[in-house]
């Protein structure tokens, strides 16, 4: 049983379902299951992830990317795709690149793909799932095409898109 220490900031559990905040820095005494992995996500964390755990491209499970972010800071994260089954990424560039942007003080995400759009494994739309103090809220699916961006009602129950 050893300390868990997370240094200066804001930190989110990183669970599905909690808005459980904690501030460092501090030292976290307890126990676990054997099964319970602890993670925490920082403020400004922006944290793309398919709908369920997948060992290879092949086993995406297709629809909406959900972005998760972390409110606090602003924050940004690139997502690199490939066709999931040739080696075309090595020689010839065939990647897709999307910069997702979180702005936190406009409670915005925004993105920009470059590349050709990959195989039929690559995500054409997203939607955030946003963590605040208190409170979980998810905006509404949004198509990713070459940019643009979703804004999340933080302040009431309700989200808008704006592309």
Known sequence: RAPLYLPHGTWFRFDANSSDVLVGPTNLT???????VNVFAP???VVPCASKVVQHSGALPGGPLEVQVYAGADGAFTLVEDDG???AYR???GVRTTRLSWDDAAATLSWVAIGPAGGAQSFSQL???YYGTGKVVTSKVASIGDKGQIKVAVGTT????AL
Do not use: W
């Open 30 to 36: 307890g126990t676990a299951p054997i099964s319970e």
């Open 43 to 45: 403020a400004g964390a």
């Open 85 to 87: 089954e040739t080696e």
């Open 91 to 93: 020689t010839q560039g």
């Open 127 to 129: 939607y955030v799932k």
């Open 158 to 161: 309700r989200d808008e898109v």
